[in-house]
């Protein structure tokens, strides 16, 4: 609002002055403050010797400023007279002032150690009408909510000193009493028009308003909640009572004690123990049926429950471990010398890593069970963990404990179960874990299982490094191909090949039998015994696997029909079962014996595979017809098999002069290639010399010998590569009465891992090239294959034996 309206008058005086800290006064308004500073107690003292006991009051922009200067304070104050003042034996004056009008500082002055002040002084007379009353009506309504609701004021008091019929008078008066910051007290001030002024009062109490309503509503829910928990301590108070009148100890004191206790005797580590006793003291604080306590009663419980410190004795007696070993598996020599290693090392000294090793092999060959003997033979606990089907990270890491029903992960709830810190920790089938959105377990477990790093194991929902140090871990897989390459970087690899026939015959004689014959009740006066005849037929007739898990049932089986038998009152006394009985108790054949063929054939070769059940020999056949040179393959041949056989055609076709074939052979004849068993899937590289001796069988009308199997894989150039699952296949070729074998040159390393007794009966070609194939394996003249004008015949072709080997 202009100066020049016409319902001001403004004039001219000096006063002393007295700034204000958080305070603004307003005209018309009693206000009680104490004077401190030295200046404005001059200036108070300068007004006093005045007639009029006037003084100009102003409020400081920053009440933490002790001597503004003019750009401290604000530029509009007002003009009040001094009602009393009393000095303070302090030297400070307690003083009551009362508004007159406002003013305009012009000009600021220090005088004997006082601050006087030339200042405007505004003469407001505001003519009221009828919008203005009605205006001051509502403002004075909404007031009068206010002041209902702020507890500190008196509205019926407060009203009749107000005067309603003077607008400038009013909102000064309302500005007074209302409780907002000084800024906006400020700012109601310097409006000089009335109507101006009203206006903002109205904004100003239409938003206190509202804080209060927010005030009230929080007020409420709070003085809810304080009355339930109020009364749930009453209730309490009154159960604590009632029990000590019956003589019945406070559970929740003893709870607690019973807590403190098992955190001081667990052997925490101090970083552990020091978060173990906060949320101790956070439960105690906690009333017992908040959900929260029940969480904090739970993780404590899991701090305390798995083992810090406790560990087993070990036994590191050698012949001991040896001892239980073979007591408890037959065979498996690397593992046993490995277990041997590891516990000599033990003895030598305490401070090793982490023993980390992985057994791989066919099903039922005692991955598990061998976990369990080595725990028996270092006297360790045993848990086992199996990772089947697990495709969720928090399995093995746990969730946060921020999540409803959050639990530690299966490492820490097995190291729990263990109750030591040195247990043998089996993670069964480690090859079958699987990915998806959840994470992945597979890398969760890199940490588990580094040395380097598992001193310090983090799980998600103790929140605190665990010690996995001293823990033995032992994985098994049945294949490596699914194990991310980093994680069997981590883990010793141990193969644990299949069983052998002689094998198998000394583990049903010296454990499944014992085990079968008293699981069901045939020892004794009614033991069962079998003759070693009947045991092989039961494992080549009625199994076909690379373990013992199958025999072990089939011999179940004999077992439960005799007892039958024996209830039933048909036999008595000591029972035999000899080969011919075994069809008696378990039915026709169920697997027929791969033989080597009666008679050499065109065509026709003898190959050597593996599959997870073990080896086998694989007859591959080649027929040859009129056609247009397609190549056609059947058997469900796998993509690597399928370029394989496409590889050994063009050998084929490459020598096909040497061999004394028609170079264009192929283009009227079409050449079928196929396997038998075609519902088995067939797949890799190994079967490639054997399938290139077929073809040539069949385009040169040479037969393959029917004695000889081979395995190899073949490159364009007729060079013969290593391949795989050599043990295998020779102890396959070993069971269909083949006693010669094509291996690759570089597969003589191989052979150590083949019993000495079938590596005995065995004769082994190793060779480098097609051509040293094929002048072993034809039933025929090979001068063609020489290559030289010099001819040379089968019995020069023959290697030389030496041993075993023949070179």
């Known amino acids: 609002m202009s100066e020049s309206s016409s319902f001001i008058t403004s004039t001219r005086s000096t006063l002393p002055l007295v700034p204000l800290r958080d305070m603004v006064v307003f005209p018309h308004m009693m206000a009680p403050f104490i004077v401190g500073r030295e200046s404005s107690v001059r200036a108070l003292e300068r007004s006093l010797l005045s007639n009029k006991k ?3 009051l102003v409020a400081q922009k920053d009440p933490k400023v002790d001597d503004p200067e003019v750009g401290d304070m604000y530029e509009i104050g007002v003009v009040a007279k001094i009602v009393q003042n009393l000095k303070l034996p302090n030297g400070n004056v307690k003083v009551m002032v009362e508004g007159v009008r406002r003013a305009r500082m012009l000009e600021l002055r220090d005088e004997d150690g006082g601050q006087i002040c030339d200042i405007e ?10 919008k203005i009353d009605a205006y001051i009506q509502k403002v004075l309504s909404v007031f009068e909510q206010y002041a209902k609701l702020s507890h500190h004021l008196a509205f019926e008091g407060l009203v009749s000193t107000i005067k309603e019929d003077d607008p400038d008078r009013f909102t000064d008066q309302l500005a007074a009493h209302l409780v907002v910051s000084t800024s906006d007290k400020q700012s109601l001030l310097e409006l000089l028009n009335p109507y101006e002024r009203l206006q903002r009062l109205h904004d100003l109490l239409d938003v206190e308003l509202e804080k209060v309503n927010i005030d009230k509503r929080i007020n409420v829910q709070v003085k809810k909640q304080m009355e339930k928990a109020q009364k749930e301590y009453y209730l309490n108070e009154k159960i604590k009572a009632i029990h000590q009148e019956l003589g019945r100890k406070d559970d929740k004191t003893d709870e607690y004690a019973e807590l403190k206790e098992q955190i001081e005797e667990c052997g925490l580590p101090k970083e552990v123990k020091e978060k173990a006793e906060q949320e101790l003291k956070r439960l105690e604080a906690m009333p017992p049926v908040s959900a929260e306590a029940t969480v904090s009663r739970n993780y404590i419980d899991w701090l305390v429950s798995v083992p810090w410190k406790k560990k087993s004795r070990e036994i590191k007696d050698l012949n001991r471990a040896q001892k239980i070993l073979d007591e408890d598996h037959y065979g498996l020599e690397k593992v046993k010398e490995r277990i041997l290693e590891f ?39 045993f848990v086992r963990l199996s990772l089947g089907g697990v495709r969720d990270e928090a399995e093995i890491r746990g969730h946060r404990r921020t999540y409803i029903g959050a639990f530690p992960g299966q490492i820490v709830q097995m190291m729990k179960k263990a109750g030591k810190v040195n247990p043998v920790f089996l993670l069964d089938e480690i090859d079958k874990m699987s990915t998806d959105f959840r994470g992945d377990p597979s890398s969760a477990l890199m940490e588990v299982l580094d040395p380097e790093q598992n001193n310090a194991f983090k799980d998600h929902y103790l929140d605190a490094e665990y010690d996995l140090s001293k823990v033995m871990f032992i994985a098994t897989a049945n294949v490596t191909h699914t194990i991310p390459g980093p994680l069997q970087d981590r883990m010793e690899m141990i193969q644990l090949t299949g069983y052998t026939l002689n094998e198998k015959l000394e583990i049903a004689r010296d454990f499944l039998v014992p085990k079968q014959r008293e699981k069901h009740g045939l020892s004794g006066k009614r033991e069962i015994e079998f003759e070693d005849e009947a045991l092989k037929v039961v494992i080549e007739s009625y199994t076909r696997e690379a373990g013992v898990r199958s025999l072990e049932r089939e011999i179940a089986k004999i077992c439960r029909k005799v007892a039958r038998h ?3 009152g048909d036999k008595e006394g000591k029972i035999h079962v000899s080969a011919e009985e075994v069809e008696t108790y378990l039915g026709k054949v169920k697997f027929r014996s791969r033989k080597k063929a009666e008679r050499s054939e065109v065509g026709v ?10 080896g086998e020999i694989l007859e591959t056949e080649v027929g040859l017809m009129s056609g247009r040179g397609k190549l056609i393959l059947t058997g469900k041949l796998g993509d690597v098999m399928q370029e394989s056989a496409r590889a050994a055609v063009s050998y084929l076709r490459s020598r096909a002069e040497l061999l004394g074939v028609d170079p264009e052979f192929n283009q009227d004849k079409d050449l079928h290639l196929h396997v038998p068993e075609g519902a088995i899937p067939k797949d890799g590289p190994s079967a490639g010399i054997t399938m290139a001796t077929a073809l040539v ?8 010998r029917k004695d000889v199997a081979m395995t190899g894989e073949i490159t364009l150039r007729g060079k013969v590569l290593p391949v795989g699952g050599v043990k295998h296949k020779i102890l396959a070729a070993y069971r269909a009465d083949i006693r010669e074998i094509i291996l690759p040159k570089d597969n003589l390393k191989d052979l150590d891992e083949i019993p000495k007794e079938v590596r005995d009966l065995m004769e082994i070609h190793p060779v480098e090239s097609m051509d040293e194939v094929l002048r072993l394996a034809l039933d025929g003249d090979l001068n063609s ?3 030289s004008e010099q001819p040379l015949d089968k019995t020069a072709a023959k290697p030389v034996e030496t041993g075993p080997i023949a070179h």
């Open 54 to 56: 006037r003084i100009f």
């Open 121 to 130: 002084t505004f003469d407001i007379d505001y003519p009221s009408d009828e």
């Open 343 to 381: 516990l000599a090392v033990r003895q030598l000294t305490e401070q090793t890593q982490s023993s980390i090793v992985c057994f791989v092999g066919p099903p039922g060959v005692g991955k598990s069970s061998l976990a369990k003997s080595i725990a028996r033979a270092t006297g360790r606990k």
């Open 566 to 568: 024996i209830v039933q």
């Open 605 to 614: 070769a003898t190959g050597l595979a593996w599959t997870e059940a073990g």
């Open 697 to 704: 069988s069949a385009v040169t009308g040479v037969p393959v």
């Open 785 to 787: 294959l020489t290559g």
